[in-house]
T-cell receptor
Framework: GENVEQHPSTLSVQEGDSAVIKCTYSDSASNYFPWYKQELGKRPQLIIDIRSNVGEKKDQRIAVTLNKTAKHFSLHITETQPEDSAVYFCAPTWGGNQFYFGTGTSLTVIP | DTGVSQDPRHKITKRGQNVTFRCDPISEHNRLYWYRQTLGQGPEFLTYFQNEAQLEKSRLLSDRFSAERPKGSFSTLEIQRTEQGDSAMYLC?????????????FGEGSWLTVV
């Protein structure tokens, strides 16, 4: 099965700074790379995703970059706000069957 | 609300009892997933249905766990002879299975506490 790791496991930033979370995976067949945000006690929700034919995708303050050769992809959050505080999970997948989630990164944005 | 719904949201049960959770996916979604999540961990895959067929099952899933999706719509997850280690949040998700990558939508989860 897919071996998925996230780094760092915890991250604290000052409001307005940028945050970067990296996800490494083992299955070279993976072709879909989503990031989920989970607030305390809530369900995980997709915030951004990228497919293997694209190297970077941006949506307002959030971006995802992909390095398929090195088998990692990263979540970038700029101009962080307190409401960005949450746990973020990556879930690289192939065939549209999302089985393996990363261990999560707890982001705290300090006002 | 046409999102994924799960029932019950919370369940407290005594060790050794059986529990059943229900998931109603988004209408027309042919793929349905069950995950288990414990505090501080990511969702852990349990099983996956495409329509009524159970196509994948985690080897971590013991014989005490069984899932069904009899008509390709709602699904149930049953845990027999519950153990304290079963305490977790059980998440259901669904997707429409379009393309090589597709968004999955999670329900709010069913919290299980085994005492």
């Amino acid at each position: 099965g897919e071996n998925v790791e996230q780094h760092p496991s915890t991250l604290s930033v000052q409001e307005g700074d940028s945050a970067v979370i990296k996800c490494t995976y083992s299955d070279s067949a993976s072709n879909y790379f989503p990031w989920y945000k989970q607030e305390l006690g809530k369900r995980p929700q997709l915030i951004i995703d990228i497919r293997s034919n694209v190297g970077e995708k941006k949506d307002q303050r959030i971006a995802v970059t992909l390095n398929k050769t090195a088998k990692h992809f990263s979540l970038h959050i700029t101009e962080t706000q307190p409401e960005d505080s949450a746990v973020y999970f990556c879930a690289p997948t192939w065939g549209g069957n999302q089985f393996y989630f990363g261990t999560g990164t707890s982001l705290t944005v300090i006002p | 609300d046409t999102g994924v719904s799960q029932d019950p949201r919370h369940k407290i049960t005594k060790r050794g009892q059986n529990v059943t959770f229900r998931c109603d996916p988004i209408s027309e979604h042919n793929r349905l997933y069950w995950y288990r999540q414990t505090l501080g961990q990511g969702p852990e895959f349990l099983t996956y249905f495409q329509n009524e067929a159970q196509l994948e099952k985690s080897r971590l899933l013991s014989d005490r766990f069984s899932a069904e999706r009899p008509k390709g719509s709602f699904s149930t997850l049953e845990i027999q002879r519950t153990e304290q280690g079963d305490s977790a949040m059980y998440l259901c998700a669904s997707s429409d299975g379009q393309g090589s990558g597709n968004t999955i939508y999670f329900g709010e989860g069913s919290w299980l506490t085994v005492v």
